[in-house]
Every structure is written in structure tokens, then in C-alpha cells.
């Protein structure tokens, strides 16, 4: 069965700094990566998506993720990051044929002043 | 564009009760789903579409049943409310081209059974 990993429930990090949200997924011959992100009280917006080409993805909000076949990872980065960012991301998958997404448990990150 | 509009946004059930959760979209899609989203759970799955007439089950069907009789509407039917039930629903549809699975949520409608 389908599944994504998110390692970090919660990523604590003060305003201006760099950050990494960590995604891995169980392995198939192909597959559709996305981050959505929810603002509280929100549903979930698109933050970016892999769906083939180039590796490293840009979305919104000055946000990117590196697709990794070898290592199945897609993790989030942000190189510097705004109180405003404070929102939950969640990783997703799709898997060629099926619509239907797989999503991780969350990671809460929470922008310090 | 109003996109997914989900109602009610907020909504308080007493055990063996029943209900309703309604999902419209303006968009012409053909895929539609419901997922239920708990603390550390993420989202999962309950119930899709993949075009009028047809239903299929996700993740966690159990408790829910669902219709779709036109392009707009997906409504989310509780038959008799469980505690195990509370949570926050969302609704999402996609567009029929392409495969990607890309979805546009509503803003979701939280539910407490007591």
C-alpha cells in the first residue's frame, strides 16, 4: 500500500531562518508529489507540485522541494522564513492511474519572532 | 469564483442522530472525495468520485455513505452518528484532464458527536 512519512510533527524556527520539512514515500515506478499548506481554520492549498522534469520544484510563498527517486524523499525548503509562514504542510502522493491522494501526517511549523 | 463550498461549517450531533454534509463545486469537475482529517493522522480518505452516477471507497468508508447524481454536488451522509466520528471533514475535487490528482479543498466542516 501507498504511503508518506512525514519525520517532524513539529518544526520549531525563528523568523528569518532557513528551514527543511522532511517527506518520504513508499516506492513506485511513478509518481505525483505534492505540499499543500493550511493556514488555521483553512482548508488546504497547493503549495507546489512534482509531476515530471526538472527535480527541483518552486511554488509559492518563495518555497521549493527537491524530488529524490533514489532516496524517495521530497522535502520542503524555504531559505528564509516569515511569522506569516506559521501554518500546517502536508506532503502528498499520487500514483500514475489513480487520482485518488495519499496524504502524510502533517508537520506543524511554528515561527518564532 | 466561489470553487468547493462545503456546509455546514460547524456542527454538534448527539450519538445515533444523523446527517448531512453537503460539497458543491462550480468548477465542472469530475473527480470529487471527502476526507476526514485528525490530529496526526493527516488525511485520510472516506469516500470519491469519479464522475456522476459513480462512487467508489476510500480509506475509512465505514459510518458513511455518499451519492452523486450530478457534476456539482457530492454530498457525505452519517447514518447514525459515532463519537469516533468527530472530526474535521473536507471536501476536494480535481479536474478529469490529465491524471495528476491535483485537488481544491473546501474549507472544511467540523463536526463534534457527543
Known amino acids: 500500500a501507498q504511503s508518506v512519512t512525514q519525520l517532524d510533527s513539529q518544526v520549531p524556527v525563528f523568523e528569518e531562518a532557513p528551514v527543511e520539512l522532511r517527506c518520504n514515500y513508499s516506492?513506485?515506478?511513478?509518481?505525483?508529489l505534492f505540499w499543500y499548506v493550511q493556514y488555521p481554520n483553512q482548508g488546504l492549498q497547493l503549495l507546489l507540485k512534482y509531476l515530471s522534469g526538472s527535480t527541483l520544484v518552486k511554488g509559492i510563498n518563495g518555497f521549493e522541494a527537491e524530488f529524490n527517486k533514489s532516496q524517495t524523499s521530497f522535502h520542503l525548503r524555504k531559505p528564509s522564513v516569515h511569522i506569516s509562514d506559521t501554518a500546517e504542510y502536508f506532503c502528498?502522493?499520487?500514483?500514475?492511474?489513480?487520482?485518488?491522494?495519499?496524504f502524510g501526517s502533517g508537520t506543524r511549523l511554528q515561527v518564532q519572532p | 469564483n466561489a470553487g468547493v463550498t462545503q456546509t455546514p461549517k460547524f456542527q454538534v450531533l448527539k450519538t445515533g442522530q444523523s446527517m448531512t454534509l453537503q460539497c458543491a463545486q462550480d468548477m465542472n469537475h469530475e473527480y470529487m472525495s471527502w476526507y476526514r482529517q485528525d490530529p496526526g493522522m493527516g488525511l485520510r480518505l472516506i469516500h470519491y468520485s469519479v464522475g456522476a452516477g459513480i462512487t467508489d471507497q476510500g480509506e475509512v468508508p465505514n459510518g458513511y455513505n455518499v451519492s452523486r447524481s450530478t457534476t456539482e454536488d457530492f454530498p457525505l451522509r452519517l447514518l447514525s452518528a459515532a463519537p469516533s466520528q468527530t472530526s474535521v471533514y473536507f471536501c476536494?475535487?480535481?479536474?478529469?484532464?490529465?491524471?495528476?490528482?491535483?485537488?481544491?479543498f473546501g474549507e472544511g466542516s467540523r463536526l463534534t458527536v457527543l
Open positions: 476536494a475535487s480535481s479536474s478529469g484532464t490529465g491524471d495528476t490528482g491535483e485537488l481544491f
Open positions: 516506492s513506485s515506478v511513478s509518481v505525483y
Open positions: 502528498a502522493v499520487s500514483y500514475t492511474g489513480r487520482r485518488a491522494l495519499t
